[in-house]
């Protein structure tokens, strides 16, 4: 009996190895070098991958991966919520069934997390990425106004809207819990006031003398973010704001937003440590340095002080010493220039199939480890 598993995924890249030297090519006659080879055969892009174990392979030369399954099964482009309810559902081969790096319907969350007949399939556990409110600091320069959004922002309303606790908690800090030297830290009182502090909000807008600013709100078209967009705007409108939205192709967001000319004035990122230490979260999101189409400081931050104390944090030998230093920059930065609204610690949160063991979380990259899953007898 042949033992597989399946993927259930909305998107995801199939990478297989590297045909020949044409990378053109690539993806038409793909290799595999590692424990498993693709099924060229029956490879259709954007529905169905299938990859095989390698009879090439050989475990004793490869101690980080293993070969449980006879195949893995990738159907790909399956939409929420029917990939949700699928899992849950667990019908057929869905029994076997997985969802390695997306999390669940945010409908379906509340239902996953408090019902008994899911718990012991679930997993919940953070990723190493923080969602923010970038503020093009470009176009919105006076700091009063960037922390006049921060303390109008409606935490709570938003994280209820992208599915509740189980999808995240509500992130005050620009660094993820998962960061080595991360500590808890709110200046804008989310925690005392979740639902956001409107008479705070106020009260700076009038002490920079712009009762009524106008923010061009930018969003990407979906589902999730169009809500996203719809609960913030009215927090901020609320508190003075006149908000403009503007929808963007999702496909595209990220490079719009990327320009350093864009025209837009807040905006919807996140970001992820490439691993716990935040060396690879303050230098590539807050460098002025870094600033050009396509950068990773959304909010075109250019303070020299920040500038200055990346290149000595950098140069620091001491790793504990260090881990304290990128902390008290992030706070620095969040305080003082507030370009980035913190709102939320993501989390990993799905159900996976009962046929399936080893089912494990790799806390470093954000998504289920691929190598440790097993089909049960």
């Keep these: 009996m042949r ?10 890249v199939i990478v297989a190895g590297v ?34 174990r390698n009879p090439n392979w050989d475990a004793s030369t490869d101690p980080i991966r293993n070969a449980y399954p ?53 997993v919940n556990e953070y990723q190493p990425y923080v969602e923010t409110l970038d503020i093009n600091t470009k176009r919105i320069t006076d700091p009063k106004v960037r922390q006049a959004i921060a303390y109008a922002f409606p935490a709570s309303q938003v994280q209820q809207a992208l599915g509740g606790s189980p999808q995240g908690d509500i992130g ?22 979740p639902t956001g502090d409107i008479a705070k909000a106020k009260e700076l807008l009038k002490e920079a003398g712009q009762p009524n600013p106008t923010l061009v709100f930018a969003y990407a078209n979906t589902q999730k973010w169009s809500g996203f967009a719809t609960t913030v705007a009215n927090a901020l409108e609320s508190a003075g704001f006149k ?18 000319d864009n025209e837009y004035d807040i905006y919807r990122t996140g970001w992820g440590a490439d691993w716990p230490n935040a060396s690879t979260v303050v230098p590539p999101t807050m460098d002025g340095r870094n600033l050009a189409d ?22 620091e030998t001491d790793l504990t010493q260090q881990a304290k230093d990128w902390e008290a920059l992030s706070e620095y930065s969040l305080k003082t220039d507030t370009a980035q609204v913190p709102f939320l610690y993501d989390k990993f949160f799905n159900i996976y199939g009962s046929g399936l063991g080893g089912v494990t979380y790799n806390s470093v990259v954000g998504v289920i480890n691929a190598s440790s899953i097993y089909v049960k007898q």
Excluded: C, H
């Design 172 to 193: 005050t800090t620009l660094l993820s819990p998962t960061m080595a030297g991360w500590k808890a830290y709110d200046p804008f009182g989310k925690t005392i006031t």
């Design 19 to 52: 045909a020949a030297t044409d990378p053109a090519t690539a993806i038409k006659e793909p290799i595999g070098s590692g424990p498993f080879t693709f099924r060229q055969n029956e490879w259709r892009p954007g529905e169905l991958a299938i990859f095989d």
């Design 243 to 260: 908000v403009v939205t503007k929808a963007i192709d999702s496909t595209s967001y990220y490079s719009q937003v990327g320009k350093v």
């Design 294 to 315: 396509g950068t990773n400081n959304y909010s075109f931050l250019n303070d020299n002080y920040i500038n200055t104390q990346i290149d000595k944090i950098e140069a």
């Design 70 to 122: 006879d195949s893995w099964n990738f159907q790909l482009g399956v939409a929420d919520p029917s990939l949700t309810q699928r899992l849950m559902a667990e019908s057929g081969t869905d029994k076997n069934a997985v969802e390695l790096a997306a999390s669940s319907d945010p409908t379906q969350m509340q239902s996953l997390a408090t019902g008994s007949t899911y718990k012991a399939r679930t």
């Design 3 to 12: 033992r597989y598993v399946s993927i259930l995924s909305a998107a995801i």
